[in-house]
């Protein structure tokens, strides 16, 4: 069984993606080690970043998720509109 992950991508907008992520990387990083995520990575792409988080539990995975600082990287993406995907996935 997988544990449960979390796909985050931000397009670019207004701004690239890669300033967004220098803008809010640490935060990310930061909250994946608060909650004690198992694996994580960056990935860059011609439109955009994509964050890939993984925790033990869906818990764990739903309290990074309602982090403060996560929420406030996640309002200012690029393009609010259209730009971010969140896809939820993996679990027991």
Do not use: C, Q
Request: net charge negative; hydrophobic share 45%.
């Amino acid at each position: 069984m997988s544990d449960p992950w979390l796909l985050i991508e931000v397009l670019d907008g207004e701004v690239p993606a890669s300033e967004w992520r220098r803008a809010h990387g640490e935060a990310f990083l930061n909250a994946a080690i608060a909650e004690r995520a198992v694996r994580w990575s960056w990935r860059v792409h011609r439109r955009g970043v994509v964050f890939e988080i993984a925790f033990r539990t869906e818990r764990i995975r739903d309290e990074f998720r309602s982090r403060s600082s996560i929420k406030e990287a996640l309002a200012a993406v690029p393009d609010p509109h259209y730009g971010l995907t969140i896809v939820p996935g993996g679990g027991d």
